[in-house]
């Protein structure tokens, strides 16, 4: 069994424990939380999991990294402290550790990564032996892998899109929804999630991984974005109202240009409401969906919906990140220590676990 860490136990956190637990090959032995209110907590109590694991929750990282486990999934923001989760990072790395993290948007696409991000990392695997890999839903398998594989059922290609269309409302995390994104705020705030070169900065690395597993050039990545407001004040059950003329929903494109045309193209449709913005992409049922659309002959489409904790849509996504990362363990354990990208680390079969007993 590889000894296997928990690092932050938010939205992310939460699903990683209870991945960890469910996979055959990988022990939980300790959890890292930031919050002094989760310190003494158990692991299955802050995993949802309705029965306690015998894991105590700690906010001493150095005591955990020096029982040398094998396996770090850190799961805790990078979105508004990208420095500090870089340092947890490589100090997992350094203490020998395989690392899994959706948490630093850059190295999603690690060969194209700034210096200032990568050399810290290359230098961690380098002292102490480890390795790392970082990936999600969207970013993530949702326009890197995914797109990828359909693409090959295609006889002809034309142009790949990577949809992400969600009603955010079911998001349970006010900070990002209404300051990084903008949602409630007024129409002349400026979201830092589409500031001019951010959208680019997070998804482009995706669309350079595409267009490196289709084997083409991209001349540049252009970005478009649009935002819509709120016709009538809306309520959620976690963050509360969103006021009538307020940012209700915000569309964007990172587009890789091929030939003068955008054809690898990542889109986002996010809604705090299904009444805003209904002209634009929907998905099957209002909450939320990934969607990959290959143009060409033939014309193939694929939507997927995942859904946790109780039908949440926003958790499902969470879980899929998750599954990605904690499933990428073992054969990160087997490979060189090393910096690898989603091109590397293959999406594999869940071997073992079909029909085993839900933790």
């Known amino acids: 069994m590889t000894s296997t860490i928990v690092w932050g136990t938010g939205n992310v956190g939460r699903a990683a424990i209870r991945a960890v637990e469910a996979?055959?090959?990988l022990e939980l032995t300790a959890v890292i939380v930031h919050d002094p209110g989760k310190v003494g907590r158990d692991a299955g109590e802050l995993g949802g999991l309705g029965h306690d694991l015998g894991v105590v929750a700690t906010d001493d990282a150095g005591a955990v990294l020096a029982t040398r486990p094998r396996a770090v999934v850190y799961a805790a923001s990078g979105d508004i402290r990208p420095d500090g989760a870089l340092a947890d990072i490589t100090r997992a790395i350094r203490a020998g550790a395989v690392v899994v993290t959706p948490s630093v948007y850059a190295l999603y696409d690690q060969r194209n990564a700034p210096p200032e991000l990568r050399e810290p990392v290359l230098s961690a695997i380098a002292d102490g032996g480890g390795s790392l890999f970082v990936s999600g839903v969207d970013p993530g398998?949702?326009?890197?892998?995914?797109?990828?594989l359909i693409s090959g059922l295609g006889t002809v290609v034309d142009a790949v899109r990577c949809q992400e269309i969600f009603d955010y409302s079911t998001y349970d995390q006010p900070d990002s929804v209404r300051y990084l994104v903008?949602?409630?705020q007024p129409m002349d705030y400026e979201p830092p999630m589409i500031?001019?070169?951010?959208?680019?900065?997070?998804?482009g690395g995706q669309v350079r991984l595409m267009a490196r597993g289709l084997g083409v050039e991209l001349d540049e990545i252009r970005e478009t974005v649009e935002r819509r407001p709120l016709d009538a004040t809306v309520r959620t059950a976690s963050m509360g109202a969103f006021e009538a003329g307020t940012q209700g929903a915000v569309r964007f494109e990172v587009q890789g240009v091929v030939g003068g045309e955008p054809l690898i193209v990542v889109e986002h449709v996010t809604r705090i409401h299904p009444s805003c913005a209904p002209d634009w992409p929907t998905p099957p049922d209002g909450a939320g969906a990934h969607r990959v659309i290959i143009e060409g002959r033939p014309r193939i489409e694929v939507t997927v919906e995942a859904v946790d904790e109780g039908g949440n849509r926003s958790a499902g996504g969470n879980a899929t990140a998750v599954g990605r990362l904690v499933g990428a363990v073992d054969w990160l354990l087997e490979a060189e220590p090393g910096l690898y990208d989603a091109l590397d680390v293959?999406?594999?079969?869940a071997t073992g676990?079909?029909?085993r007993k839900r933790p």
């Open 346 to 349: 293959p999406l594999r079969p």
């Open 353 to 355: 676990r079909l029909g």
């Open 141 to 148: 398998w949702g326009n890197d892998v995914l797109p990828l």
């Open 23 to 25: 996979h055959p090959a």
């Open 182 to 184: 903008g949602m409630g």
């Open 195 to 203: 500031a001019p070169t951010v959208p680019a900065m997070v998804w």
